[in-house]
């Protein structure tokens, strides 16, 4: 079975500071993975995506993330956070196959100081 | 642009009370999905659905039924609500094994 690993519950970071989540994934093959951000009392929104190709992708709002597969990881980065980037932040994992249900992460709370 | 929406955003019901939470997407996704969401244990998969009138179990089917009528719409039925029921609860849709899109969530409250 795959898993994920988020292993930072909360991380805090100044206004303008690089940023880096860290994701660790469990899965026999290359799988398909994402970013997904959620604000206060909102839904999920899709930052990124990896299925295949370029190892590292671009999202919106200024994130990337790279897969790698010797590591198992597939971090998020940012190079200078905003204050509106504070949010909850996700990392799953799928796999090819329509009846394949991903596995998220406990997700990663950030918090920006002024 | 993909749009799932839920039937509401907030909602407060009593113990023991039937409920219903809708789930609709505008994409033709033949996958739907019913996550709850608990401070510190992440996105729980409830049921999920293939295809109209298909479902399948999820980590935590206890004390929720769901119900797929139309390819575009999902519901989630709490049969007889209870306090533990109180969470947020997500849809997200899918086409194939791709991208999950998800709603905006219901936050529950059961007194």
């Known amino acids: 079975a795959q898993s994920v690993t988020q292993p930072d519950i909360h991380i805090t970071v100044s206004e303008g500071a690089s940023l880096e989540l860290r994701c660790n994934y469990s899965y026999g093959a290359t799988p398909y993975l994402f970013w997904y951000v959620q604000s206060p009392g909102q839904g999920l929104q899709l930052l990124l995506k990896?299925?295949?190709?370029?190892?590292l992708v671009q999202g919106i709002k200024g994130f990337e993330a790279e897969f790698k597969r010797s590591q198992s990881s597939f971090n998020l980065r940012k190079p200078s956070v905003h204050w509106s980037d504070a949010a909850e932040y996700f990392c799953?994992?799928?796999?090819?196959?329509?009846?394949?249900?991903?596995?998220f992460g406990r997700g990663t709370s950030l918090i920006v100081h002024p | 642009d993909v749009k799932v929406t839920q039937s509401s955003r907030y909602l407060v019901k009593r113990t023991g009370e039937k409920v219903f939470l809708e789930c609709v997407q505008d994409?033709?996704?033949?996958?739907m999905f019913w996550y709850r969401q608990d401070p510190g244990l992440g996105l729980r998969l409830i049921y999920f659905?293939?295809?109209?009138?298909?479902?399948e179990k999820g980590d935590i089917p206890e004390g929720y039924s769901v119900s797929r009528e139309k390819k575009e719409r999902f519901s989630l039925i709490l049969e007889s609500a209870s306090t533990n029921q109180t969470s947020m609860y997500l849809c997200?849709?899918?086409?194939?094994?791709?991208?999950?899109?998800f709603g905006p969530g219901t936050r529950l409250t059961v007194l």
């Open positions: 659905s293939y295809d109209v009138k298909m479902k």
């Open positions: 997200a849709s899918r086409r194939g094994s791709r991208t999950q899109y």
């Open positions: 799953a994992v799928g796999a090819p196959g329509g009846s394949y249900i991903p596995t």
């Open positions: 994409m033709d996704h033949e996958n």
């Open positions: 990896y299925f295949s190709g370029d190892t």
